[in-house]
C-alpha cells in the first residue's frame, strides 16, 4: 500500500505555464517531504524539500505548499521550461526513523514548446 | 568528482542465477540505501545501511539481500532471481544523523530476469 499517494500520472503543460503536483499521505509521523526530479535515464535528483512547521517554500521557480491539516503538499513549477520536463516524485520521511524514504508513484511532466 | 556508482548498468539474466548489483560512493557517506523503482509504483526502499556492518530492511526486502563490510560499498545481492525482480535498481548515499541532507543517487541498474 502506498505510503504517499501522487497525482496526476502524468501531466501536459505549456511553455510558461504553471505546473502543479500533488501528494497526500496519511501517516501523522512523517517530519520531512521532499521532491526529487529525474531526467531520463539518470537517477533522480533532490528538488526542494519541507519541514510540516511550515506553510509553503520558494526556491527559484519551484514552490512547495504544504498542508499539514489536510495531509497535503504540492510542488508548483512557475513559468514551466521544457527543461523542466522530467519525472517527479514527492516523499516522505518518519521522525521515528529517518532512514526509511516513503515515495509517490511519480509524475511525469512534458512541458511543450 | 562526487558520485555514486553501480555496476553494472544493464543486466539481463535467467531465474535463478545469483547475481550481484554493486554500488559505491566516494563521499565518505554513512548511509548508503537501495531502492527499486516500477511504473505507477514509484521508488521504493529495499535495504538501507546506516554504517559499516549495520543494515536494516526498507520496505520490499524480500528476495535480497546486502552488505556492508566497506563504507564506500553497499552490494546488493539476488541470490535466486526471479521475474518479478525485473526493474530498474538505484542506490543512493548520504550523511548519517539528518534526514535533511541530500541524498546522492547513482545512475541506476536495469536488470531484466527471464
Not at chain 1, 59 to 74: C, L
Not at chain 2, 2 to 9: D, E, G, K, L, S
Request: hydrophobic share 30%.
Amino acid at each position: 500500500q502506498q505510503q504517499v499517494k501522487q497525482s496526476p500520472q502524468s501531466l501536459i503543460v505549456q511553455k510558461g505555464g504553471i505546473s502543479i503536483i500533488n501528494c497526500a499521505y496519511e501517516n501523522t509521523a512523517f517530519d520531512y517531504f521532499p521532491w526529487y526530479q529525474q531526467f531520463p535515464g539518470k537517477g533522480p535528483a533532490l528538488l526542494i524539500a519541507i519541514r510540516p512547521d511550515v506553510s509553503e517554500k520558494k526556491e527559484g521557480r519551484f514552490t512547495i505548499s504544504f498542508n499539514k491539516s489536510a495531509k497535503q503538499f504540492s510542488l508548483h513549477i512557475m513559468d514551466s521550461q521544457p527543461g523542466d520536463s522530467a519525472t517527479y516524485f514527492c516523499a516522505a520521511i518518519p521522525k521515528y526513523n529517518f532512514n526509511k524514504f516513503y515515495f509517490g508513484s511519480g509524475t511525469k511532466l512534458n512541458v511543450k514548446p | 568528482e562526487a558520485q555514486v556508482t553501480q555496476n553494472p548498468r544493464y543486466l539481463i539474466t535467467v531465474t535463478g542465477k545469483k547475481l550481484t548489483v554493486t554500488c559505491s560512493q566516494n563521499m565518505n557517506h554513512e548511509y548508503m540505501s537501495w531502492y527499486r523503482q516500477d511504473p505507477g509504483l514509484g521508488l521504493r526502499q529495499i535495504y538501507y545501511s546506516m554504517n559499516v556492518e549495520v543494515t536494516d530492511k526498507g520496505d520490499v526486502p524480500e528476495g535480497y539481500k546486502v552488505s556492508r563490510k566497506e563504507k564506500r560499498n553497499f552490494p546488493l545481492i539476488l541470490e535466486s532471481p526471479s521475474p518479478n525482480q525485473t526493474s530498474l535498481y538505484f542506490c543512493a548515499s548520504r550523511r548519517q544523523g539528518w534526514s535533511t541532507d541530500t541524498q546522492y543517487f547513482g545512475p541506476g541498474t536495469r536488470l531484466t530476469v527471464l
